[in-house]
């Protein structure tokens, strides 16, 4: 059993900042990447920020130069800073890892964290 834990959002004005973070625990062999996706209202649910566990990332376009995505491979966490924050980062955010457990590997979700940015 395998659960993501995220933690670190909340309401904040345009410009701010917010760190988010996303604990792994459980049954874990090896974790291969983990990231953030975020979902607006009446929105799909899109990348944010993906790491993998050589320390490779990747950024939405609408974050590139705003966001960083950083990993402790000892804790099994990911973080999340947010800086110079928008409206419309305003979202549920998501933590999802690829893990590998008894042989198996697999994608696990948290259970989402929310983003609020007021103008």
């Known amino acids: 059993q395998v659960q993501l834990v995220e933690s670190g959002g909340g309401l904040v004005q345009a410009g701010g900042s917010l760190r988010l973070s996303c604990a792994a625990s459980g049954s874990i062999f090896s974790i291969d990447a983990m990231g953030w996706y975020r979902q607006a209202p009446g929105k799909q649910r899109e990348l944010v920020a993906g790491i993998t566990s050589g320390g490779n990332t990747n950024y939405a376009d609408s974050v590139k130069g705003r966001f960083t995505i950083s990993i402790d491979s000892a804790k099994n966490t990911v973080y999340l800073q947010m800086n110079s924050l928008k409206p419309e980062d305003t979202a549920d955010y998501y933590c999802?890892?690829?893990?590998?457990?008894?042989?198996?590997?697999?994608?696990?979700w948290g259970q989402g964290t929310q983003v609020t940015v007021s103008s």
């Open positions: 999802n890892a690829l893990i590998i457990t008894t042989g198996v590997r697999r994608r696990y």
